[in-house]
């Protein structure tokens, strides 16, 4: 437990469109952009999808390389990659920019419905990408959105391939998956080691009372566009750092302070 908070930023996702919220970055230099933002609001990190020109998810290296760029031009924010990318993709395509290295990247540890789609992990998906995430040093985010990803987690530490201890994030309210009920966090953070890290990621309307829900309790925190896209009911964020900047000010009324990018880095084990 940290008196320190890690905000991070979920900026742009593979779901959330502009037909949805219209200060959804899509190009390389917008997300970059509004990276900037969400540091100044707070966030010590951002987790970050591609996106081609029209919005389409897209995991291209060529187009992860531009966005690592255009953040580390502007800005000491740490850059998560998403290596879940979107339903439909290839394992081979999600991970194809991990050799960029950076700061963290995603790991599912199970299969889960996901709205009316699934999002596919299997035993050998996995396995391949903890493998690559080890194989270029790039810190893992376990991505739990049902209880049994944080057993399948703990089991890759024994098989070698995530070391512990292992930093989890909570994503809780997914249509066909975990519930954003305050007892299931409570619940997934009884099941981890001691010494691991955990975040939570509240979808929709849960998103902001999760954060409060995981300040208190001692735990980090991602708000962002790709998870929620009201600021408060009926009204859309004006950005990602909208919502950072509510984390933020909860933070403050609890009394924990907001980690920077460095000590984000030394708190997750960035690197270490
Ligand atoms: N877009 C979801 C299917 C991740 O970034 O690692 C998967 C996802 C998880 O967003
Ligand atoms: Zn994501």
């Known amino acids: 437990m940290s008196d320190l908070l890690v905000i ?29 933002r969400c540091r100044e609001a707070g966030a010590a990190m951002v987790h970050v999808h591609g996106r081609l020109e029209d919005g389409t998810p897209t995991q291209d290296r060529e187009t992860f390389g531009k966005i690592l760029k255009e953040i580390r031009d502007r800005s000491d924010i740490l850059v998560q990659f998403s290596t879940g990318g979107a339903v439909w993709m290839s394992v081979d395509e999600r991970i194809e920019a991990v050799d960029l290295k950076p700061d963290m990247a995603t790991l599912t540890t199970g299969t889960v419905n996901f709205g ?8 050998p998906m996995i396995r391949q990408i903890a493998a690559r995430l080890k194989k270029h040093g790039v810190r893992p985010e ?4 049902d209880t ?14 995530l070391e512990t201890p292992i930093h989890f994030d909570f994503v809780l309210g997914v249509p066909g998956a975990m519930g954003a009920r305050p007892e299931n966090l409570e619940f997934l953070v009884s099941m981890i080691p001691e010494d691991c890290t955990w975040s939570v990621a509240g979808i929709g309307r849960h998103e902001l009372p999760l954060a409060q829900k ?9 708000v962002g566009l790709e998870d929620n896209i009201y600021v408060e009911k009926g ?38």
Not at 27 to 35: D, G, H, L, Q, Y
Not at 214 to 222: D, E, K, P, Q, T
């Open 235 to 272: 009204v859309l964020a004006q950005g990602s750092w909208e919502l950072v900047e509510k984390v933020a000010e909860f933070a403050f009324s609890a009394g924990r302070k907001l980690a920077t990018p460095e000590e984000a880095a030394a708190i997750l084990r960035v690197n270490a």
């Open 214 to 222: 995981a300040i208190a309790m001692g735990g980090h925190v991602r």
């Open 148 to 161: 049994g990803m944080v057993d399948t987690a703990l089991r890759l530490v024994k098989e070698g391939l």
């Open 8 to 36: 991070t930023a979920a900026v742009d996702g593979a779901e959330t469109m502009r037909a949805d919220n219209p200060n959804v970055p899509y190009t390389p230099v917008e997300i970059a952009e509004e990276a900037v």
């Open 116 to 123: 009316d789609d699934v999002f596919m992990n299997s035993m």
């Open 142 to 145: 376990i991505e739990v959105f």
